[in-house]
């Protein structure tokens, strides 16, 4: 935590800000990427809103109080910007959040950075079935290993209802994908 506490620091320090964001771009630009990618679907929908999250993050660092991990914080920016750009598509299209991911989906196959199978994507199509909540903390967990602690933190739900969330989700997609 000390290191955390110095870097956070060295992000807000004049002197020291601009080595230190290019650090964190370093360290989270992949990472957050995927957690976005797995929300919007769209590689160039991601670099979008991955590029906005990164503008978020650097304009409000000197607001950043520390009450969560520095990760958790970006994770939180990251989502909202993911569901704040899918909300604006599907008013801009005239679709509803329902249609926008199954657009989404069937557009992955033609999508040169999707490098998934045909499981992969009814897996994709499973997850789409989803409620945005449940959606978000499958992804969550499924794809990036995040802690339900540190989800607790992104999310701003209580553990419990994390874990009750991937639960349902998890069983709602081995639903889907055995049927047929």
Do not use: C
Not at 95 to 101: A, G, R, T, V
């Amino acid at each position: 935590m000390d290191n955390e506490q110095q870097f956070i620091q060295q992000l807000t320090q004049p002197a020291t800000k601009d080595t230190a964001y290019k650090e964190l771009l370093t360290l989270y630009k992949e990472r957050l990427y995927w957690h976005i990618r797995h929300i919007v679907k769209s590689h160039d929908d991601a670099d979008d809103v991955l590029q906005n999250t990164f503008i978020k993050v650097y304009k409000n660092l000197d607001n950043f109080k520390g009450d969560s991990k520095l990760f958790s914080w970006m994770y939180r920016i990251a989502t909202n910007e993911s569901i704040t750009h899918l909300n604006k598509n599907a008013k801009r299209l005239k679709f509803s959040s329902e249609e926008l991911q199954q657009n989404a989906i069937n557009n992955l196959t033609a999508d040169v950075y999707f490098e998934g199978d045909e499981i992969q994507l009814k897996l994709q199509k499973a997850i789409a079935t989803l409620p945005e909540k449940q959606q978000l903390v499958f992804n969550m967990r499924y794809f990036q290993d995040i802690k339900y602690k540190d989800m607790s933190d992104i999310l701003e739900t209580s553990e419990g209802a994390l874990k009750a969330s991937y639960h349902i989700a998890a069983k709602k997609i081995e639903a889907y994908l055995t049927q047929d």
